[in-house]
Each structure stands twice: as C-alpha cells, then as structure tokens.
Nanobody, 112 residues
Framework: VQLQASGGGLVQTGGSLRLSCAAS?????LEWHRQAPGKQREMVAR???????SYASSVKGRFTISRDRAKGTVYLQMNSLKPEDTGVYYC??????????WGQGTQVTVSS
C-alpha cells in the first residue's frame, strides 16, 4: 500500500486547508499525524474502517477527518487554523493484519 498526501500550503490564522491522503490498497484505519519544528510527531485525527473518528484535543471542533471510499482517499479538513498548527502533516495507515504504512509529509504553515 502506498499513501500519497497532498494539500498543504501557507495560510493565514483563521484560514482553512484540506489535506488529502490517497491509498493505493485496502487499509483498516488511517490517521493524520503532524510534527512541528523541534517537537515530537503527534496524532491529530483517526478514522477507522467503520468510520469511527477521533481527534486530539488540540484540534477537536476545528478539524474533520472523512473518507471517500470510491476514491480510496481520506481527507482532513482544517478550519480556524492557528500558528501552532504549523508543521509537516503525515498520513499513517494500518492494514487488515497490522501492517503499517506512512505517506510522505505535506507542509502546513499558518502565519500570524
């Protein structure tokens, strides 16, 4: 399985971006992680095969994860962006038997 992330960019505080992660095969769950400069990578949103979603407390109410099964793509809609949301965003997936996949990162920069 290959994961292709896209949609990052530069946006002002309060703006929005939508990230996409296209998966080339069957996955069980997918997560978006981010890594800010000088900080550890953290999970920000998860969607399971049953479409159960969960979020980090720092993004709850502002970010929405969703999937389009026909396109094999998971989205992360990010609204009300803050400078602390700046970082490299990665998609991560698990296969049906616990295989782990990472996509390449996409940079999100929120200017104040």
């Amino acid at each position: 399985v290959q994961l292709q992330a896209s949609g990052g960019g530069l946006v002002q505080t309060g703006g929005s971006l939508r990230l996409s992660c296209a998966a080339s095969g069957t996955i069980f769950l997918l997560e978006w992680h981010r890594q800010a400069p000088g900080k550890q990578r953290e999970m920000v949103a998860r969607i399971t095969d049953g479409d159960t979603t969960s979020y980090a407390s720092s993004v709850k109410g502002r970010f929405t994860i969703s999937r389009d099964r026909a396109k094999g793509t998971v989205y992360l809609q990010m609204n009300s962006l803050k400078p602390e949301d700046t970082g490299v965003y990665y998609c991560y997936a698990q296969g049906l038997y616990g295989q782990v996949y990472w996509g390449q990162g996409t940079q999100v920069t929120v200017s104040s």
